[in-house]
């Protein structure tokens, strides 16, 4: 089955510490992102990446790392920076055509810090 | 300046009749594309519909419609025949197309419309 699949789907963090979410598409997939999203609101884009090896800076990038190794796979590094990382993390990825470029979702990854 | 706007935090519909989303969007670009997301409680976000600027036609996908109204900047999400599995939160969001808006390829969406179907 194609999809974006992201884990884990609970994450606990102690403040002070670096974690990293893992998103892995099969879609084939050339651009994938990274959104935020807090209680009540929209999401909001952290990072995105068009192509291998390239990535760049969205709205909320900061206290965030992103690496682009490989076309399928695009973690995420929430780092001791982050002031106020407890949210919920979805991943996703488009073709990157332009036009209508439709972007789809993973499951998501809830991040609590204790 | 906010770039989407969903007036309705929540909504309430009766099973079987048909619901209207607002959202209003704000941008310069001649060309940008709009999508409407459904959330369940799950989290998960589910692509429903896409409009175009420039399409001439309002978009449908089954029960989904979209009431595209260029000069006002609106973009309702119509939902016929309501089911009781419709009830999440809906989105609105935007993705200026130009090469001149810069981050061409971002979404921006809007703050969301919990919608309730009643049995």
């Known amino acids: 089955d194609g999809g974006i699949t992201q884990s884990p789907k609970y994450l606990f963090r102690k403040e002070g510490q670096n974690v990293t979410l893992s998103c892995e598409q099969n879609?084939?997939?050339?651009?994938m992102y990274w959104y935020r999203q807090d209680p009540g609101q929209g999401l909001r884009l952290i990072y995105y990446?068009?192509?291998?090896?390239?990535?760049q800076k969205g709205d909320i990038a900061e206290g965030y790392s992103v690496s682009r190794e490989k076309k399928e796979s695009f973690p995420l590094t929430v780092t001791s920076a982050q002031k106020n990382p407890t949210a919920f993390y979805l991943c996703?990825?488009?073709?990157?055509?332009?036009?209508?470029?439709?972007?789809?979702f993973g499951p998501g990854t809830r991040l609590t810090v204790l | 300046a906010q770039k989407i706007t969903q007036t309705q935090p929540g909504m309430f519909v009766q099973e079987k009749e048909a619901v209207t989303l607002d959202c209003t969007y704000d941008?310069?670009?001649?060309?940008?594309?709009l999508f409407w997301y459904k959330q369940p409680s799950s989290g998960e976000m589910i692509f429903l519909i896409y409009?175009?600027?420039?399409?001439?036609q309002n978009a449908t996908e089954g029960r989904y419609s979209l009431n595209f109204q260029k000069a006002r900047k609106s973009a309702n999400l119509v939902i016929s025949a309501s089911q009781l599995g419709d009830s999440a939160m809906y989105f609105c969001?935007?993705?200026?197309?130009?090469?001149?808006?810069?981050?061409?390829?971002?979404?921006?969406f809007g703050s969301g419309t919990q919608l309730t179907v009643l049995p």
């Open positions: 996703a990825s488009s073709h990157d055509r332009g036009g209508t470029d439709t972007q789809y």
């Open positions: 879609l084939n997939h050339d651009a």
């Open positions: 990446s068009q192509i291998v090896n390239d990535f």
């Open positions: 941008t310069s670009d001649p060309s940008y594309g």
């Open positions: 409009q175009g600027s420039y399409d001439q």
């Open positions: 969001a935007m993705r200026e197309i130009s090469i001149l808006s810069g981050s061409a390829r971002q979404l921006t």
